[in-house]
């Protein structure tokens, strides 16, 4: 078992330590000038160590000497090192020019692409709901070609004033003849079977975007019409005006001029 020791410093004792432990406080710079030093459990006297004394002459004093210590291995010479040997340079490098990036998009570029986007949005949209969308299609197509069959069942403008136009000759003529009762009746029965089609028709088809219709309307309705059934009786200048007015306004239409009020009362 390895000596463990004791020392004393300015009558301080401290201790028992190890060996290395009291070397520690031997080492230089030392923080006392002198201390005593003994091994614990003998009767050895107190060694005096000096400022420039170390542990292996105070032993000595007293017939102690430690084993010399052993010298810690040098550490193995690594082996030389190979001489490196360079890298073969690569070739160099073969560098493609990049052509410039286009500055923006232009114009087409732009067009194309919002055709193209609201191309999709719409097939996204009817894939969705496409049923509502088929549906809505069907309806408009159905209103569509009634309304296409209806304008192609009605009875040109060309072809009311027309017939407005023979109805009112005949008028005229009877006016100025000798014509009986029964003449005038023959006049009425087959007239009104012929105007009141057409009036029927202006009425249901005529708005004032139709400028034309509806002064065939005004013609045929409030004034040939009214002029047919009292055939015979006194004659009413004021009514016959008026549709000489509305025949003079529609032909002014068809060749597309505004309609001027007629001066005067002439018979067409």
């Known amino acids: 078992m390895p000596d463990r020791w004791l020392f004393q410093i300015d009558g301080k004792r401290y201790g028992p330590v190890e060996e290395t432990e009291l070397e520690r406080f031997l080492a230089p710079p030392r923080l006392c000038k002198f201390m005593e030093v003994r091994r614990d459990g003998n009767g050895d006297e107190w060694i005096s160590i000096g400022p420039k004394d170390d542990l292996q002459t105070a032993l000595k004093r007293i017939g102690v000497v430690l084993p010399p210590k052993t010298p810690e291995p040098e550490p193995e010479a690594e082996p030389a090192a190979k001489p490196k040997v360079a890298a073969p340079t690569p070739p160099p490098a073969v560098v493609t020019p990049v052509p410039a990036e286009p500055r923006g998009p232009g114009i087409i570029t732009l067009i194309r692409y919002w055709i193209n986007e609201g191309a999709d949005r719409l097939a996204e949209f009817i894939a969705r709901f496409w049923i509502p969308f088929a549906i809505a299609a069907l309806w408009g197509a159905v209103n569509l070609g009634l309304y296409i069959y209806g304008k192609l069942d009605y009875a040109s403008e060309r072809e009311i004033l027309t017939a407005y136009v023979e109805v009112w000759n005949e008028y005229l003529k009877l ?94």
Request: aromatic share 6%.
């Open 175 to 268: 006016q100025e003849a000798k014509t009986t009762e029964g003449q005038w009746q023959s006049f009425k029965d087959r007239a009104t079977p012929r105007l009141q089609p057409l009036i029927d028709e202006l009425t249901n088809n005529t708005s004032a975007s139709t400028p034309i219709r509806r002064h065939l309307l005004w013609a045929g309705r409030d004034c040939l019409a009214p002029l047919v059934a009292s055939a015979g009786g006194e004659p009413d200048r004021r009514t016959e005006f008026g549709f000489q007015q509305h025949l003079n306004a529609i032909e002014q239409l068809m060749r597309g001029e505004s309609p001027k009020p007629l001066r005067g009362a002439p018979r067409y």
